[in-house]
């Protein structure tokens, strides 16, 4: 982080130009359940959320309230890859956390530490009054499951990380020994999002939230899905208003709580966490569970989950409804199909946090937030706001939608309309009605949330990837929220393409091809330790194939190199005798090692021994079959591309 900011004026590959470090003028500070944060603006929990660079990046970029990955007992899944197809609206079929329990502590914790080790720095521009950052943890999904000792084990760890913390600590190296001392934050959440997920009975959420009130004295949030429209109506806007084809299952509704069920459980809930001096919530939404449509995530897999713009439109709607219901006596946080575009709009209705994941997932990546914040400061200065409150006071005044309500929308958002053009009141809670219903109605009339302006996909030139050369566009950098992919710099050289063969004479023989030449400003690889296969860089390369498989896989250690002997790739270290190369060619693995101009190259029963890149003994050999000296040259010059270039990525850092 720290050696990449000196050096390149980025942190995990985000330029600095993307950094969003103050409110620009304005307060943008909101409480959630009774915290101060610096904006309402974070991650959803999902893929931007769950390691300790996610965390970093998502502060970055201006996020406040991070949902962190939700997490649950069944801590050993095995997801389907490639598991998040973005080409469009957004579908995925990941939908808890790829670590372990502990595992997943320990990035929290480590995200909690190297935010504060950056603002701490002064290394830049972070004024403490923007720095006030929210941790909010996500468990799911029944009621044994969060009872088991291993999540109890996990929400403990929260509250209290002391240990962990202390632990770390140590980790710190000597050059930045200064932040050994820093008084880290300890007790990381006390706020906690229940993903509740499809088909969860509604007295299963009723009796976990009560539990998590009662039992660890949480404030709690509970996420709800956008079945809770009921089939007629959801179908109606998904498939009628917008236009989509996407088929909601019947047991979408069969099985999930209904609107009656969650109005019951709500006010009960309420009153619990009222009476024990607690914060209770709601969330819309989840994402929609749709039949899956086959051609790029797994055909294995019948049903996805269905994010972005159609979504945005079914979770707005019962945020009406929900306000009609109970108008601004709770509290309510959104994540559906949030851009540059709306963002501001959901501020305005008074929604904490706003989170956001399939956008940041599209060309650009975490980048993609400043203009959030950019088009959130224009509108708040049209109409002379410098707190979030006056934005959502005065919202009304800025959209000439501010007029009667017209065309079809629900009946909730007709009644706050209603009450829009005829306010009881001026205050915060009053406008919030209002501008909700307002925006419900605006966007059932906006063609941008319809299929008809959501159905591109990113172009492909139909060409395919190889190891090395590609269109260099590094789209395949920013898309990936765990910063798997980097780049590097190869000198423009040509590579020999030599083979060797044992003339059965105790000689050998030597062929070769066209050299392989290098003529492109630098070089993809993947990172393996953090690459998940997710499939997003895949999506958004013009090239067909996916740069996380066919780009060059660097792993972080020689233990993990070995322990995934069916892929590719490459451990490449500094070693106090000199540089290693450990690299491994359809299945077969070759090693490496470099000592000035010397080098010794050795494979399944043959050694070479090189001086300046030629052939000087041969130590040991095949009494028959090929060896392809190609390898050696790749793997030299990859070593020295990412020992010796000024770029900083994980493999060189160590």
Known sequence: MFRELERSRAIFDLPERKFVLDGAGRDLTVRFHGKVASTPFGPAAGPQSQLAQNLVLSFLVGA??????????NDRLKIPRPCIDMRNVGYNVEWSQELRLQESLVEYVKGSMLIEMLVASGKLPIAPAFARTIFD?????????IQSEAVQAFIRGMKDARAIVDRRRREIPDEY???????????????????????CPPDEIERIVDWLLREHQLNVIVKLNPTLLGPDEARDVLNGTLGYADRIPDDAFSKDTTWPQAVDFTGRLGDTARALGLGFGVKFTNTLIVENRGDFLPGSEKTSYLSGAPLHVLAMRL???FRE??????????????????????VALGLVPVTVCSDLLKTGGYGRAQAYFDDLGARMGKVGARTIDEWVMRRGSQRKDAEAPRGESSSAALRLSAFALNPVADTVSAA???????????????????SAANMKTPPKLGTRLELFNCVTCDKCVPVCPND???????????????????????????????????????QIGNFADFCNECGNCDVFCPEDGGPYILKPRFFGSEALWRAFPTLDGFFVERAPYGDRVLGRFGGTPFSLCVVGTRATFSGDSFEFEFDANQVVRIVTGRASGEVDLTYFHIMHWLGRAILDGDDVNYVNIS
Not at 333 to 345: E, I, L, Q
Not at 436 to 446: H, K, L, P, Q, S
């Open 319 to 321: 945020v009406a409804r």
């Open 64 to 73: 406040r309230i991070l949902e962190l990955k939700t997490v649950q007992v």
């Open 484 to 522: 798997a992919n980097f780049t590097f710099v190869l000198p423009e050289i040509e590579i020999p393409v030599v083979k060797v063969c044992a003339d059965g004479k105790g000689g050998w023989t030597e062929t070769r091809a066209a050299p392989l030449k290098f003529t492109k400003k630098h």
């Open 432 to 450: 919030k009605l209002r501008n909700t219903g307002v925006y419900v109605e605006a966007i059932m009339r906006d063609r941008r949330y319809a």
């Open 137 to 145: 943890m996500s468990v799911g999904y029944d009621l044994a499951g």
């Open 325 to 346: 219901t109970f108008e601004d006596r709770y509290p309510v946080s959104f994540s559906a199909g949030v851009d540059k575009h709306n963002f501001a709009d959901a």
């Open 177 to 199: 020994k200064a932040f050994r001392d820093l008084d880290y934050t300890t007790a990381l959440s006390n706020t906690l999002t229940l993903s509740t997920f499809h088909g």
